[in-house]
């Protein structure tokens, strides 16, 4: 029967140790793919797992996750404001054409095929907290990106002035996703940049990044 193990830990464990997935496999026995299983989503045998803690000389019960500590956290917001801004956008280009005529019918039919590209793409935001990492998305899945819990330092509430826009882009040192309202967290990273994720949901969401890096400690 398979368990859930901490794949932070693990990774973090065989990491210390300067070790590929495929070092941890040949020393432990275990196959590749139960080391990869094991790091990404935490799955796999209590034997294998065992396994893993004789290697890394640990209590094998540190490598499994407390019942009841920490619940995978994910939230979907919509892009109320992006798609607003786009509406904006089309309706004002199509006053400007009518009085102008500034745009073929062609011409006009390609920036509406991009506006509706855009707001399908920004037309919500996902984010995921879940035993190895912080992950988040746009629309149906686009510019997904992944945050290990190893490389978060502090999270913390914080209200994007509107002149912040959104989207994504850069800000400073660090990066900006939102696709709506103002609210979202800071995630200061180890290496001194930082991450500013919008979401309807701040104080939800620290919480579950607190727990979940609670239960890899």
């Known amino acids: 029967m398979d368990m859930k193990a901490k794949s932070s830990l693990i990774r973090k464990?065989?990491?210390e140790r300067l070790w590929s997935q495929e070092q941890l496999a040949e020393i432990s026995g275990l196959g590749l793919r139960t080391i990869q299983r094991l790091e990404a989503r935490g799955?796999?045998?209590?034997?294998s797992i065992k396994a893993l803690a004789a290697v890394f000389n640990v209590e094998a019960d540190t490598l499994f996750w407390r019942d009841g500590a920490y619940?995978?956290?994910?939230?979907?917001?919509?892009?109320f404001v992006t798609l607003a801004g786009i509406s904006m956008?089309?309706?004002l280009?199509?006053?400007i054409n009518?009085?102008?005529v500034a745009l073929p019918a062609a011409g006009i039919g390609v920036l509406f095929g991009v506006l509706t590209l855009v707001a399908i793409a920004f037309s919500s935001m996902t984010i995921e907290v879940n035993e190895s990492e912080i992950s988040w998305c746009f629309g149906p899945g686009l510019f997904k990106k992944s945050l290990p819990l190893e490389e978060v330092g502090q999270?913390?509430?914080?209200?994007n002035p509107i002149w912040m826009g959104f989207g994504i882009h850069a800000y400073g040192?660090?990066?900006?996703?939102?696709?709506?309202?103002?609210l979202g967290i800071e995630i200061e990273l180890k290496g001194g940049s930082f991450i500013r994720l919008g979401t309807d949901q701040p104080n939800y969401l620290i919480q579950a990044i607190e727990d979940a890096k609670d239960n890899v400690e």
Do not use: F, M, P
């Open 13 to 15: 464990y065989r990491t």
């Open 43 to 47: 799955s796999g045998s209590q034997e």
């Open 71 to 79: 619940q995978a956290y994910k939230h979907k917001q919509w892009g």
């Open 89 to 91: 956008v089309a309706a």
């Open 93 to 95: 280009v199509l006053a």
């Open 98 to 100: 009518d009085l102008a």
């Open 155 to 159: 999270c913390r509430k914080v209200k």
């Open 173 to 182: 040192t660090g990066w900006i996703c939102n696709v709506s309202g103002l």
